[in-house]
C-alpha cells in the first residue's frame, strides 16, 4: 500500500512538473516592443533568456533589458549580438538548445569555434580589439576538444613604439592557448 502511494505521489508531481513546461510563459507586444511574461506573471529583466517559442523542443537565447523588452537587432550590454527576432546570433547564425532528437546540430565547427573564443576574449579585455589572432595551421583537435593558440599581433603603432623605447617587438607572441569543447561550447584557458 505504501508503495502505490509513492509511486502515486511521484506521477502527480511528474504531471504537474510536465504541466508547468509546456504554459512557462508567452510573448507579448505593446507600442514599445516586445516581452516574455513568464506564467506567474513575472518578466525576465537585464538577462539572457532561452525561450522555446514555437514547442519544437529547440530554444532560442533572448536578452531583455532593465525594462523587460527584448533588444533587436542590436547589441546585448555584455558586447553579444542579436537579429532581427531578437535571438543570440553568431557569424549570422541563431544559436539554439534542445533536445538530440530535435536539434540537427550537435557540435560547434571548428571556424565557429575559434570566432567564440576571439569573441570571448574580446570581451574579457574589450581595450584589445582586433590584437589577438588564430592560425589554423596551429589548431589542433584531440577528443572533443580544439586546442587554439592564441597569438598577439601588435598594431604599426605599437611596433614603433616599442622600437623607439627599446622594447620586444616580435609580431605574433604567444598569448595562451584556449581550449574549446565542440560538444558543450565551454572555453578553458592556458596561459
Partial sequence: MRKSMKILTMAGIMSVMMGATVYAGSWQRDDVGWWYQN???SYPANAWM???????GVSECYYFNSNGYCLINNITPDGYVVNSDGAWIVNGQVQTQGSAQTQKKSFYTEEEAENLVIEYYY??????????VIFSNETTKKGDNYYFIVRWQMSEEEVQRRMREGGDISANKYAGTAIFNRRTGEIEWKW
Fill in 39 to 41: 506564467d506567474n506573471g
Fill in 50 to 56: 532561452w525561450i522555446d517559442g514555437n514547442g519544437d
Fill in 123 to 132: 570581451n574579457q579585455y574589450p581595450g584589445t580589439k582586433d590584437r589577438y
